[in-house]
């Protein structure tokens, strides 16, 4: 199943589990490397995922202005919570480490999921925050497996400068990423600027990457 949740908290939140690669895909290849992030957001209850229909999931919702989309690979179902909030468009954020990551592979920036690219420390120096996880790993080099693993921003945003805009938007139009709007920094227009997508287009991204179905190469 794959699962898209996007929310503003209140004075409650959802429990919500972040699911990141298993290391038994570490000796294949780069796309079955990625694919454990496709599992992006699942609500958890109890320590047993949830899976019902939109209604049970509102008590999730109880203080958070949220959406949540949840698709049955198998019995090609949609679960949605807020249908007309899963339509609108926000700022990717984090989620947008999956299509940077197969552009900075696709473009040839980075070889594969065990590319080093050297922290600068000038150029991207420790934040207050640095001392709480997963930012207390940041400030050292990471690999693009590194990278995901610890949401490194600062290892996308010079993915991004690498790749160049000319490239990024050429590969973001061929995805049919959101509304395929890079005109912002080319380091930070995936972080609350111009590219925007829905949960709904964030699951038929997925299914697309999950079928092999993108408009990018199989290693």
Same mark, same amino acid.
């Given at each position: ?7 503003? !908290? ?74 007309? !909030? ?35 420390? !000038? ?83 997925? &299914? &697309? ?9 199989? !290693?």
């Amino acid at each position: 199943m794959l699962a898209v949740f996007h929310g503003v !908290r209140g004075g409650s939140k959802p429990r919500v589990q972040a699911l990141l690669s298993d290391d038994r895909e570490r000796n294949s290849s780069n796309m079955n490397f990625m694919r454990p992030t496709l599992l992006l957001l699942i609500i958890v209850a109890g320590g047993a995922v949830v899976a019902a229909n939109a209604q049970d999931l509102s008590p999730f919702f109880k203080d958070t202005k949220g959406a949540f989309v949840l698709y049955d690979l198998k019995n090609d179902r949609y679960t949605r919570h807020n249908e007309q !909030r899963c339509r609108e468009r926000f700022s990717p954020k984090s989620t947008f480490k999956i299509p940077n990551s197969l552009i900075g592979l696709e473009t040839g920036v980075i070889r594969d999921a065990d590319f080093v690219i050297p922290w600068n420390r !000038r150029k991207y120096p420790p934040q207050d925050n640095w001392d709480q996880y997963p930012f207390k790993h940041w400030g050292q080099d990471h690999t693009l497996r590194s990278a995901i693993k610890y949401s490194v921003v600062w290892y996308y945003r010079e993915l991004a400068l690498r790749v160049g805009r000319q490239r990024m938007k050429k590969l973001v139009m061929a995805l049919d990423y959101g509304n395929e709007d890079i005109s912002g920094e080319i380091d930070y227009f995936w972080l609350g600027n111009s590219l925007k997508i829905s949960a709904d287009e964030q699951v038929e991204f997925l &299914k &697309k990457f999950y079928a092999g179905r993108l408009p990018v190469s199989k !290693r």
